[in-house]
Each structure stands twice: as C-alpha cells, then as structure tokens.
C-alpha cells in the first residue's frame, strides 16, 4: 500500500503563503501540484454533475406536460347533411325479427328527367347522390332471387329503357360515383310500372308484405321500381 508523504515527512514545517512563493524547495512542488489537480477535478465533476441535477427534473417536466388541446375555433364542426341539395333519407324493414336498413341521399328532379340528365339509361348509378346508398342486413336474405349474407353493402343500379337492374355491392365506406363492378355480390330485375303521379324528391321505401317478406320500392318521377325480399 503506498504512502503518501506530507510536507512534514520531507522535514519541512509548513511555511505561511507569502513563504512559500518564493522560497518552498521542488520537492514541495511535487506534492502540493498533484494534490491540486485532483482538487481541481473533483470540483469539476461535481459542479458538472449539480448542473445536470438542476436542468433534469425542468427536461422531465417538459416531456410530461399533456399537449394543450387545438382550440375550438380550428375544429370544424360535423356537417348539417340536412342542408345538402340532396339530404339524406331512411328506409327500414323488418321480416322474422332481423332489421333490415337502407341509408341514401335523396336528389331532387328540378325540371329534369329520369334516363336523362338523372339516372341516365346504360349508365351505372349511385341510387342516390353523396355517398354511396349503404344497404344493412341483420339475417340472411333472398333478394330478386339472389343469396345476400347477412352484412354491409351498397347499393346502385342500372337504368334503362326497358328492364332496370338492381346492383348489390360488396364495397362499403366510398362516395357513390366510385363504383367497382369487380365487388359486385349480385346483379337482379327489378319490376318497372308507371305512377300516376311524378315524385320529384327520389324515394326509397320497403312495402311489407308479410312477416317474412317485403318488395324494396324505388320510385322517381314517373317511374316505380320494386325488387322482392324474403328472410331465410
């Protein structure tokens, strides 16, 4: 174990500061220099390590400060959809306790004509305007003829002089014009008569016709489309 020397081990008695300025022997010197550098050191770590203590707990603070929420003023508020030029409409059935939801938007003729500048004949078509017309069924349905499992679909259609056709697609969420023939679940007749009063806000209803059926109801203009449903 080494030992250290003191000032007097080297048989010096410590002199005042003045004195040992001018006078205190090398040998001093080489004593006193390494004590200092290890003074100097071991106040520099610690000065080091109290300004790092002091500046922690303000950087936690920061990362923990919850973001002020945005103001009110640069939120947009939802959208009246009932202020649209086509607001939105419901038709709802049920047959053998499962709901059956249609949700569309319901345009207006304004002095058009249906297979024209409306739902114009050999055009695939929204069945509605704004999003597309979203068809919901809780139970497993038989619709002209076809199997639709219980689920979530669109609907359009096809329009045309003679036998109109009714489209059930398997994509949901888009706006109506994004039609994709590739989803299609079914494509079915539907049944066209005359009315003998032209509607001028285009319709979708269900006429029940028992417990487990009803005939989907399109009706614009001069023009009544219907498309039988049964639950299975």
């Known amino acids: 174990m080494r030992t250290r020397r003191t000032l007097k081990d080297a048989g010096f008695t410590i002199p005042t500061r003045f004195e040992i300025i001018g006078s205190a ?3 001093v010197w080489a004593e006193v220099e390494p004590a200092m550098h290890r003074s100097l050191i071991a106040f520099l770590v610690v000065f080091a390590l109290s300004a790092l203590a002091a500046q922690q ?9 919850p973001q002020q929420p945005q103001s009110t003023q640069q939120q ?23 709901k059956i939801t249609i949700e569309y938007s319901r345009p207006f003729l304004k002095g058009r004509h249906v297979g024209q500048e409306l739902a114009p004949y050999g055009k695939v078509w929204r069945t509605g305007a704004n999003e597309a017309t979203t068809f919901v069924t809780e139970g497993n349905l038989e619709v002209g003829g076809a199997n639709v499992p219980a689920g979530s679909y669109t609907l359009y259609s096809l329009p045309s002089e003679g036998t109109w056709k009714l489209i059930i697609n398997k994509q949901t969420g888009q706006w109506g014009t994004r039609y994709d023939a590739s989803q299609d679940l079914a494509r079915v007749d539907m049944n066209k008569s005359q009315l003998s009063q032209p509607v001028e806000e285009f319709t ?13 109801v399109l ?4 023009v009544r489309l219907t498309v039988p449903i049964q639950a299975k």
């Not at 707990?57 to 400060?65: K, L, T, Y």
Request: glycine share 6%; hydrophobic share 15%.
């Open 57 to 65: 707990p303000a950087s936690q603070q920061q990362e923990q400060q």
């Open 25 to 27: 022997p090398d040998n």
């Open 204 to 216: 979708i209803s269900f006429d029940k016709k028992g417990d487990d059926k009803a005939d989907l």
């Open 219 to 222: 009706e614009w203009e001069n």
């Open 76 to 98: 947009r508020p939802p959208e009246d959809k009932s202020k649209r030029p086509s607001p939105p409409g419901t038709a709802e059935v049920t047959l053998r306790g499962k």
